[in-house]
Structures are given as C-alpha cells and as structure tokens.
C-alpha cells in the first residue's frame, strides 16, 4: 500500500550512494513505514549536473510538447489517485478525505501550469525609430531547487514542479523526508508520463545539508521554499549569496475577524471545518478569532460544541473526523501552548490535552479569554488549538490582526459590502477571504508578505516566479 522509497536522479531511482537511510513514521501508530535513502556528495552533484542537462532539454522543447508530457502526468495521478491518497494520510495522517482532495488538486495544479506555461506571452514596445523592434521576451530562469515541508505533501511539491517546468526549468526537489511517499508518487507519474531525464530530479537527506549545498551550486538559479520563517530567512540569505532569486511561502498566524452582522452559529461552523482541517497544520489556518462581543458567547458555545464533537481516529478509517498530528513534535509543541495559555488564565473550554496511547494525536482545542501574551497568540500554533476573544470596534480588530510580524493569509466574516471593503483594504495580509475561507486555488496568487515571504505560486504570478525578462532591440527590422 506505500510508496518504494527511493531518490529519483537523471531519470533512474536511485537508493543512496554512501548507504544512509532514515525511517519513515505513520503518524497514527507510529509504526515504521519503510527506509528512505539519503543522498551523497555523489549524488547530489549527479542531480546538479542532471538538471543542467535536463534544463538544455526541456528548455529546447516547445511549449505545446511541454504541455503535453505534463497534462499526461497529471491524468496519471487522477487516475492514481486513490493509491497516492492512501500513501499520503499512511505518511502525514491526514483523513483520507482530504488526501483525495489533495491528490486531485495536485493534479489540478499540474494540468493549469501546463496551459498556462502555453502563455508565457512577451510584449513588442515600439521603437523611437521606424526600423528598431524592441521585444520584451519571457525566457526560463534555469536549472532551480525545492525544498517542501510534511503538512500538503502532494500540493506543495506540485506547486513547485508545476511552475518550474511549466516555464520551461528544470527542477531538483528535495521534499520532507516525514512524508516521502506522496513526491515520490508524483514524480513517478512524471517519469511515466515521457518527461525527459534529469528535467525533474528528486532527493532526500538532512534538510541542512540538502540545501546548502544546492543553494550553493552555481548551477542553481531559483530556489523555492515552503516551511517555517526560522529556515526560509536562513535559505534567503544563502540565496542572496549567490544573488539567486527566491520564493519563501513561510509560516502564519490568520486572523479571523467575525462582525456584528453574522450570524455567529453558521459562522462558526465554517471556522471550526477550516481550523480543524489537517488537524490545523495548515500554513492559512484560521488561527486567531476575534468575534464582536455580540456574538462572541454564541459562536464561542457552537466552536466549542463542534470541537468536542469530533472524531478523533486513524485517517484511513471511514469514521475519522481529524487525523493524528504529523509528527510527535507537533504534540510537544500543542501541550506547550496549551499550559502557556491556561498559565497565563486561559480558559480550556475544549480538548486541551493528548489523545489515546499510540500516535500523535491531540484533541481538537478551544481557548477563550486568552491573555494578549499567550504564547499561542504570538507564534505560529500550528495544530488544532483555536484562541477565541471578544473585540468592540473595527480599529481596534485591524490593530490586534496587524500586530504580528505574519502576513500570510486573513479572513473576515460580515454582511455588509462597506466592511468587507474596509477589512480587505486594511488588514496587511499577502491573501483575503471574506465569508469563506478558499484562498488557495490552482488559478490564484498564493503567498504573503512581512515575515511570512514574498513571491507566489499558482496564478499567472506562479509561472512568473520561474521566468525571466530578456529585453532585445533590434535595428534594422
Ligand atoms: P522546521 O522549521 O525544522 O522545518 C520546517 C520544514 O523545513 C520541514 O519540512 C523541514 O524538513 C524543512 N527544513 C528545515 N531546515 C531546513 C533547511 N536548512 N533546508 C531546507 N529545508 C529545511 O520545523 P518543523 O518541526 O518541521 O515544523 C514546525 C514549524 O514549521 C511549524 O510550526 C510551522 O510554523 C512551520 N511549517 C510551515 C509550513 C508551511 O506550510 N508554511 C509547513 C510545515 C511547517
């Protein structure tokens, strides 16, 4: 039922050529999955060279043939998509619902950047004479590498994938070594679907090393990164080194901020389905609630009815209503925001605690009457805890949603067209969804600002991200 563990270099896979390996955790029983290998110099300097030649290949192919190789792909994992499903909650413990989800959106992802790798159109700006044509051409940064976390192991990597070789790049992925099997999925679909060899290369190792290393190469035009602001700021400095461009998707801190003029139930059914998705490892969770004192009682009673409602279980199950959380670090890091809360006089009016014997997981959580300097209010939570606190009027909700050095995503519930406007205009935040929480879409901009990165993925802005702008004037045209 799971993946073949294995790197994927020059188009063969490949096991690691100094033999160290690493084992791979169900997060729902902590049982092993199988030995991931782990890359060598040797290796690592095959992928390099792999994706120069790769790069030389695909950049040589026309957009039409790219499109094609790459739509194919994506019909591979549709039609794989129960198998990568099951490998993907074996590995991150997601339920299986949403890996299916997952699955089909990675294939979504896929198929969008190949059309639109179709429409890397340039521009013709008339000259300041009759006989000089100056083109504004889209051309491929080059040979780029990738590095992404354990939380959307099939969409994170097909980001990346897809808007590299949409533009026309080759590509080195180094995906979570905690949730392998998905990446590994994917770029089988890939290498089935014709891609040619060394134009997507797949390895693992320790994160560190990975990335300093290919950072490093002057190989390497672009890099990508999706994780936590910590190492996106360290891989920005190493890429700015080498004056490489980069794409940082980092961590957040999504305010939700729920008016006078909802109603409170129906809203909070909403935002405890978006908290509690992935058991709240999600870089856009809805994480801080600010609710209008109005309604704050009643749609605190119905987050609160919902979280201890939930049934908590393995995601292969067809009963379980929230996986396990990723890794046991996650649970650490839960019981630690937790006793901060209530320390500071946080009220638990639900979960709070660890859950069964064996694996990660830990109940879904809500805080009410949390102090300004708990600990969950500050740093990223990460998992399913959900702070909920009373606010008077619109400034005062726009300066506690701003207070952050995070930019990722916000959210905002209202009737009124007035204040949607104002909250969209007012809140610093890369993304904004008003009634509803779709943010990420293959067809839209997805990134932040402040601490939370720059750049974007999906839209026409995530082809973008791996094309660069060559200005020709030519006289005598
Ligand atoms: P972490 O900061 O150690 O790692 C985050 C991710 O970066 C992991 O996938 C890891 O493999 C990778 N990584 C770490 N060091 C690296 C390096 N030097 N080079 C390349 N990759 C590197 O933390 P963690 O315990 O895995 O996750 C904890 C925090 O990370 C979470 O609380 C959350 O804030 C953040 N996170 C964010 C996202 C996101 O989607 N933005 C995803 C996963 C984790």
């Known amino acids: 039922m799971y993946e073949t563990l294995a790197m994927f270099i020059d188009g063969r896979w490949v096991q690691g050529g100094d033999g160290r390996s690493e084992e791979v955790l169900n ?13 060598s110099r040797a290796d690592l300097d095959r992928s390099l060279d792999a994706a120069r030649k790769g790069f030389k290949i695909w950049r040589g192919t026309n957009a039409y043939d790219r499109a094609k190789v790459m739509r194919k792909a994506a019909q591979l994992i549709r039609d794989r998509q129960e198998q990568i499903s099951q490998i993907l909650t074996l590995e991150e413990g997601k339920i299986l ?21 179709r429409r890397a159109y340039g521009r013709i700006i008339p000259g300041r004479a009759a006989n000089i044509r100056q083109m504004a051409i889209k051309e491929p940064i080059g040979p780029c590498a990738a590095f992404t976390p354990w939380n959307f192991p099939g969409i994170t990597p097909a980001r990346k994938i897809a808007g590299a070789l949409g533009a026309g790049c080759s590509l080195i ?5 905690e ?18 060899a060394g134009v997507l290369n797949l390895v693992f190792g320790v994160p560190n090393d990975i990335s300093t290393y290919l950072i490093g190469s002057p190989v390497i035009r672009k890099i990508s990164f999706t ?4 190492v996106g700021k360290h891989l920005a400095k190493m890429a700015a080194e080498g004056m490489k461009r980069a794409t940082m998707e980092l961590g957040g801190h999504s305010p939700v901020i729920v008016f006078d003029d909802v109603d409170p139930v129906k809203v909070a059914d909403v935002a405890a389905a978006g908290k509690y998705r992935n058991a709240g490892q999600v870089c856009i969770s809805p994480t801080r609630f600010f609710v209008h004192e109005s309604n704050y009682k009643k749609f605190a009673e119905r987050f609160t009815e919902i979280a201890k409602g939930l049934k908590l279980g393995n995601g292969l199950e067809a009963s379980s209503q929230m996986g396990p959380m990723a890794n046991e670090r996650r649970v650490g ?16 009016a639900a979960g709070g605690e660890r859950h069964g014997n064996a ?23 990460f998992g399913p805890v959900a702070p909920i606190m009373p606010f008077k009027t619109f400034d005062e909700v726009i300066e506690k949603a701003n207070a952050l050095p995070f930019g990722l995503a916000a959210y905002a519930f209202t009737n009124s067209t007035k204040t949607a406007t104002a909250v969209a205009d007012a809140v610093e935040s890369g ?38 702008t060559k200005f020709v004037t030519q006289l005598g045209a």
Do not use: Q
Request: with cysteine.
């Open 27 to 39: 997060p729902a029983t902590g049982a092993s999955l199988g030995r991931l290998p782990h890359a």
């Open 333 to 348: 890091a839960m019981e630690m925001f937790v006793g901060d809360a209530k320390a500071k006089g946080a009220n638990v």
């Open 179 to 196: 949730t392998p099997g998905t990446c590994i999925a994917i770029v089988r679909a890939f290498a089935d679907a014709g891609l040619p």
């Open 97 to 117: 619902a949403e890996a299916r989800l997952e699955v089909g959106s990675t294939a979504d992802i896929i198929e969008w950047m190949a059309e639109e790798g």
């Open 359 to 381: 694996g990660y997981f830990f109940r879904p959580t809500v805080l009410t009457d949390v102090p300004g300097d708990a600990r969950v209010l500050n740093e990223e939570p």
């Open 431 to 468: 993304m904004v969804g008003v009634n509803h929480l779709g943010i990420s879409m293959p067809e839209t901009p997805f990134g932040g600002i402040k601490d939370s990165g720059y750049g974007h993925e999906g839209g026409i802005e995530g082809l973008e991200a791996y094309l660069i």
């Open 173 to 177: 992925i180094k995906a979570s070594e």
């Open 227 to 230: 994780g936590s602001v910590p």
